[in-house]
């Protein structure tokens, strides 16, 4: 009889594990300092922990497409000729709260620029929190609702993932990934993220 406890410990202590695992990936995290991601990405991280690409070493960005939290379809990819700014945020996250603002107001600034805002709102498992989260902080642009945060995954290894939420990365005007923090951004960090790529020709 103890001979079969013990595989059911072993398992269970996988198990336990396992979630361990899971729930340090989806951390929340307000400076993005571990990116777990590998691979050759082209990156170049500057001190302010944002990583750029050279124009000619860029890679396509994934299909992101879906739902967005009122319900309508979105493509990112309508978007292509513009540069867009895709944010990874939950509304339970403190960091997310705190660079909410910044986004508000950026994309406002940006907006007849040629920059389109888009958040992929992720691991809350109802809209409204999510909806309350943009009401509370006057987010006017759309998000995709991803709560199993299937559409980060589809991002090419290295460029984005679940370790740090929020993330955010920028994409160009040829639909390329240009630029990406891990962690939280100000007014600041984020057009240091976008008027090099606006100023592209």
Not at 176 to 192: N, Q, Y
Request: with cysteine; charged share 25%.
């Amino acid at each position: 009889m103890s001979s079969g406890r013990a595989p059911r410990r072993r398992f269970a202590l996988f198990a336990a594990t396992a979630v361990a695992g899971a729930l340090t990936l989806s951390a929340c995290s307000d400076d993005g300092v571990k990116s777990g991601g590998g691979g050759n990405t082209n990156f170049i991280t500057g001190n302010s922990g944002i990583a750029t690409v050279p124009k000619g070493e860029r890679t396509e960005a994934p299909k992101l497409d879906g739902t967005t939290l009122d319900g309508k379809a979105l493509d990112v990819a309508d978007y292509k000729g513009k540069v867009v700014v895709l944010n990874v945020w939950g509304s339970w996250c403190g960091p997310c709260r705190l660079e909410a603002k910044h986004f508000s107001k950026v994309a406002k600034e940006t907006e007849d620029q040629g920059v389109q805002f888009v958040g992929i709102n992720t691991q809350d498992t109802q809209r409204s929190l999510a909806i309350n989260f943009e009401q509370d902080y006057g987010v006017t642009y759309p998000s995709l609702y991803d709560p199993t945060g299937k559409l980060i995954l589809r991002f090419p290894k290295g460029t984005l993932n679940l370790q740090t939420i929020p993330s955010t990365v920028v994409v160009d005007r040829e639909g390329k990934i240009a630029a990406r923090k891990l962690g939280g951004l100000d007014s600041e960090k984020l057009h240091e993220m976008i008027d090099p790529l606006i100023a592209e020709k």
